[in-house]
């Protein structure tokens, strides 16, 4: 089952248990599906495939969670909690993400494999890593252990 698959499928779900919050975020989702779809078209694609909607969806976390930090030091509670449950279900549909333990390894992994020794060589590394795990990797959080790694 494709994402788009389980996006129509999770919002009829939503909408027979008369969950208003979830359906909002549900056609959130899809509404943003369609404008990638839309600027994709002059490319000739037609739907853009699973990896990018994964991309997409990442770009959607990150930007709520940047609006909750906001919303916390604006004294915005609601909107933060507001924020935090469309989070939860944008999460719903994105691969698990590693564990410490295994980015750890990982990296370790890309580093042997890309013969990097300096911090210099940061990019081969990163390039190994979006590549093999792109999906199951927070980069933003690789990137500071990687320069550790490689400076140590």
Do not use: W
């Not at 989702?29 to 404008?35: F, G, S, V």
Request: net charge neutral; no cysteine.
């Amino acid at each position: 089952m494709t994402l788009r698959d389980q996006f129509t499928a999770e919002l009829k779900t939503a909408m027979i248990a008369k969950d208003a919050a979830r359906v909002s975020a549900l056609r959130m989702i899809t509404a943003k599906l369609k404008d990638f779809d839309i600027a994709a078209r002059p490319k000739g694609v037609t739907a853009i495939p699973d990896d990018e909607i994964i991309a997409m969806l990442k770009a959607m976390v990150k930007s709520r969670r940047e609006s909750v930090e906001l919303y916390i030091q604006g004294n915005r509670q609601e909107l933060a909690d507001k924020e935090l449950a469309e989070i939860a279900v944008i999460e719903h549909f994105l691969p698990a993400q590693m564990d410490d333990a295994a980015t750890a390894e990982a990296v370790k992994s890309a580093i042997a494999e890309s013969g990097a020794t300096t911090t210099k060589d940061m990019g081969k590394v990163m390039a190994i890593l979006k590549a093999k795990h792109a999906a199951s990797l927070d980069m933003s959080k690789v990137n500071p252990l990687v320069k550790q790694l490689l400076a140590s």
